[in-house]
């Protein structure tokens, strides 16, 4: 069976500090990863996915970055936080067919202070 | 740029009631898909509808996608306080050889015993 790993879990960090959340998938192979940065009690807001190694494509512009250095490895990363960036952040993977289930992470409560 | 609209945002109903939670849009889905959140977790899915007129049940909720595959609902029979949770819609569209969910704001639903 799959799982998917997200760490920290929780993280807490001064504005201007760099960022790195990861995600891990086990039992699949190439599926397509997805992160999500969530407000409180609303919706998703989709920030990067990856159907591939190497392949990340950006849905938002801002001081965030993902890679995929292994297929079932995604990180997410910061050169330097923002106040705004605080949130909850959701790691998901598909394999990007019609009706697919996205299956998600535990989230990382970021918050920047 | 494809929206997915729940309406209401909020509920707040007592033990035993009924209540239905809307997900609207103008752009055609191939599928539909409701998760449900609680609190500091991952989005779990409840159903995935496919065919435009489809209902699904699911114990005492019943799940409907629009005949014109716009629109769905979710309407839960006499509900219990373990009904509590962020319920979120996700339309399937097509993006180059893969699907991509487009995400609800979601309906943050408190059931009172």
């Known amino acids: 069976s799959q799982t998917i790993h997200q760490w920290p879990a929780t993280l807490v960090q001064p504005v201007g500090s760099p960022l790195s959340l990861e995600c891990t998938v086990e039992?699949?192979?190439?599926?397509?990863l997805y992160w999500y940065r969530q407000a409180a009690g609303r919706g998703l807001q989709l920030l990067f996915y990856s159907v591939g190694i190497g392949q990340i494509s950006s849905e938002v512009p801002q001081n965030l970055s993902a890679s995929r250095p292994q297929d079932r490895q995604f990180i997410l990363s910061s050169k330097k936080l923002l106040l705004s960036d605080s949130g909850f952040y959701l790691c998901?993977?598909?394999?990007?067919?019609?009706?697919?289930?996205?299956?998600f992470g535990p989230g990382t409560r970021l918050t920047v202070l | 740029t494809q929206l997915l609209e729940q309406s209401p945002q909020f509920l707040s109903i007592q033990e035993g009631e009924n209540l239905t939670v809307y997900c609207n849009s103008s752009s055609v889905f191939s599928s539909l898909q409701w998760y449900r959140q609680e609190p500091g977790e991952g989005p779990v899915l409840l159903v995935t509808v496919v065919t435009g007129g489809e209902v699904k049940k699911l114990k005492r909720l019943t799940f409907q996608f629009g005949d014109a595959r716009k629109d769905s609902s979710l309407h839960i029979t006499a509900a219990q306080p373990g009904d509590t949770g962020l319920y979120l819609c996700?339309?399937?569209?097509?993006?180059?050889?893969?699907?991509?969910?487009?995400w609800g704001a979601g309906t943050k639903l408190i059931i009172k015993p």
């Open positions: 998901a993977w598909d394999w990007g067919a019609d009706g697919d289930t996205q299956y």
């Open positions: 996700a339309g399937a569209v097509q993006m180059d050889s893969n699907y991509q969910l487009i």
């Open positions: 039992g699949t192979s190439n599926p397509n």
